[in-house]
């Protein structure tokens, strides 16, 4: 099985091409992509059957971490993790992991950036294979992916698609999937303190890393379970609105916030507006201006003490979507200002 990167390596330049031999990293891709048909017969497999094929899964791990192919490594990981995803609590499962897991993190210290790309997709399908049905390693795995991204700012972009795999409905799991509820909500709260923690500690690149994070985490998870946590997600969700990548999901949350408990964003209005405003003009894409404007449309709704100073330069600021190019833009744009030129004072 995988011992080490280096071990890996030079275990699969050895293995002969002049066979067939699908399940080696080293063979042509004409041959490793013959796993989507065994993907497809693991996912649908019952769980009392997995067990017949464990022996299969350190090689599904090693082929997974070192095929260059990446469709291969992919279907690859796919199998492993359905197949994780149905074993049986127990010692078989205890000693899958305990080998497993430690051959594919050394494989995300190896200098090869394919073999490190495809460790950290592994490590994520493990991750939601465990998350799905309960097991309490998927949480931590999860939460030491998130710490790897802090200490390896160059694989940021490889692991923000990981947490987005891991907040998806996307599973390995064709059918008959052990999936637990609420296990997304679980995952939140393991990873939200950290969140939280991380980006205060204001490192070099770590803050736009967490805010990438914790825009999969709001678009997955129920905005009831975010309210309970807007004290420590709204500074945050401010900071997202001034990022290109994550601004649109903390528009959408805002939104939600705004119609389900619009007295928890009351004291931040100030800021939300001010923020808000710059966004419903290009360069930002189309679906952001309108999303921004129509959420500036919700808040008008608020207390009027706490909205009514900010009319001025609310309604000033949608001036300019009003011949906005896109028909959907302007017509966001005017059901905003009227509700906002419709507040007078008091």
Not at 185 to 212: H, T, W
Not at 302 to 313: A, F, G, K, S, V
């Amino acid at each position: 099985h995988l011992t080490s990167s280096s071990s890996l390596s030079s275990s699969s330049s050895s293995s002969s091409g002049s066979h067939f031999a699908p399940l080696e990293p080293s063979s042509p891709s004409d041959q490793t992509q013959l796993l989507e048909i065994l993907s497809a017969s693991l996912g649908s497999l019952k769980p009392q059957d997995v067990m017949v094929y464990t022996p299969l899964l350190p090689r599904l791990c090693r082929l997974a971490c070192l095929c260059v192919h990446q469709a291969t490594s992919l279907h690859a990981a796919h199998c492993y993790s359905s197949c994780l995803n149905k074993m049986a609590d127990g010692d078989v499962l205890e000693e899958t992991l305990r080998r497993d897991m430690a051959s594919v993190w050394s494989c995300t210290r190896s200098t090869d950036l394919v073999v490190v790309t495809n460790a950290i997709s592994m490590v994520t399908w493990i991750a939601k294979a465990l998350i799905m049905c309960g097991h309490t390693h998927g949480l931590d795995t999860a939460l030491k992916l998130f710490r790897y991204g802090l200490e390896n700012e160059g694989m940021v972009s490889s692991l923000v698609k990981g947490f987005e795999v891991l907040f998806s409905d996307q599973t390995a799991v064709q059918s008959r999937a052990n999936i637990k509820l609420f296990y997304k909500q679980r995952l939140f709260e393991q990873l939200l303190p950290n969140i939280v923690m991380a980006f205060k500690a204001d490192r070099s690149g770590s803050r736009e890393y967490c805010l990438l994070v914790l825009s999969h985490l709001l678009r997955s998870v129920p905005q009831q379970v975010m309210a309970e946590e807007l004290a420590s997600v709204l500074p945050l969700l401010l900071a997202s609105l001034d990022c290109a990548d994550t601004s649109l999901s903390a528009v959408q949350a805002l939104t939600s916030l705004t119609k389900e408990r619009p007295a928890l964003i009351g004291h931040h209005v100030a800021s939300l507006l001010t923020a808000m405003v710059k966004l419903v003009t290009p360069p930002h894409p189309l679906k952001l201006r309108a999303s921004s404007l129509h959420c500036l449309g919700l808040m008008s709704t608020l207390p009027h003490h706490q909205i009514y100073p900010h009319r001025t330069m609310v309604v000033q600021g949608i001036v300019g979507c009003l011949d906005d190019h896109k028909r959907v833009v302007r017509k966001e744009a005017i059901n905003s200002r009227s509700l906002w030129l419709q507040l007078g004072s008091v």
